[in-house]
């Protein structure tokens, strides 16, 4: 297991941290300062600031990408497929012009949620079928584009508006299904905030081995937790078993980045470099 | 499948569902306005009016049991572990006092959560362990008893503070370890809000069939949910097919009551025989 306590070369911030304090550009900047080496944006932070300006910020500061947030959302009514086609292509395309190792899948829930104006549904094994068939469009651009998609299980407090794939062993069926043979080009991101709790997570994250596990996000869970979305703990101060979960993908052969993605009121609250600054010296001490 | 649009006799209320508007004698006298049958009565709310006064306003209103809420919590500092004995004891004896048909077990999550005061951890492999202990050395008591224990896996959201045993998959290996001959003294209680994103949920409901379906709870799921303890939905009016899951329980040979548990800030601020109404109302309609 890697010794992280020396430096934090193995830091990724995930944008979404530090959203509410500056755009893109401007993390971009406060990444640079602190000399972290790589981030994981999201599209609509690189929208609001433009794909090209993004890329040559990126560049220009000799960052690398963790990974790109991200593709997904499939569950819609049956007329809007192109739509949400056109759309992961799109994503795809964007995550290959910022050099992204991966395009991060969130697959949506029912499709009143996922695409809204869909019928509303309650049936999660039809969302679920849609998802499946939704990431097996996308491979095919996602290959020519050489672009691994990695499906990110959500917690299952999200089945229903954000992610109907909630487990690790869900998302690797799914995987296996779509590319038994391994070819790299579909895995998992790893987060810790949806996964810790699942009774099967070491047999998972062995499962998953080094070709599907293509992303490692950190956080914490805390408690109480007072918001279901923003309300994540910065590592350290939740219960999750943070070093476990470390040794467990790496033991898988995990040896990438730890991307640290917090949705907080709280952080959103405090001055970027301060929060920034925080995430390193909890990077050094907890993960 | 049972047709239970015409009465409500299979309608149990669990008494949590009401328990700001009034007391527990209140909660079975209108019970007994509403013809409802059967009810599920809290540990504390017996405490607060006596077990002689409770099991008395039972029997005289020829009320059934569903069920008894809850023993467990197991998780704790190594020397407290009588302290957890004696307390599920009398849990179980109380709800032999009472005739109800099992004893629900919320198993509780880390030691420090669950008995407060517990040295923090985050081990929850650990607290695991101390679950399927305790569960173990209750099986003696309440055998002598005749008193079913039945284990709730709770959402996952809970791992931490509730309930570490979070998937019907798991509750049911802890039975087929401690039970493996199937005796009838061990089983789940499922509840739709815990379960019903379960990829699994079909083929553990399966699995369990009917000598370890010892309960079943019925709520929904709302989006947005706003509150990760107290803001359950009124059946209807949320998003789990409740249909579709009464199916797999009674398929896999359930054929006892649905009770209502609906931890709602909400419906605790409306008077009780208009939640009562309402709860049978959905009974008919929705589950």
Redesign the interface.
Known sequence: MRDLSGDHRWLSLNTATVRQQGDLLAIIDACARAEVRAISPWRDQVAKVGLEPTARAVRTNGLDLSGYCRGGMFAADPERQDEVDDDNRRAIDEAAELGAPCLVLVVGG?PQ?SRPGSAPS???DAA?AMVEDGIGRMLDHAGKAGMPLAIEPL???Y???RA?V??L??ALDICDRLDPDRTGRLGVACDVYHV????ELEASIARAGTDRLLAYHVCD?L????D?LNDRGMMGDG???LRRIRGLVEAAGFAGYCEVEIFSQSWWSRPMDEVVATCIDRHKSCV
């Open positions: 029912l949620f309650r049936d999660l679920r917690h299952p407090m089945a229903a508006d109907c909630n487990t062993g869900q810790w709790w699942d009774p869970w408690v109480p937790t007072t279901l219960v999750i078993d």
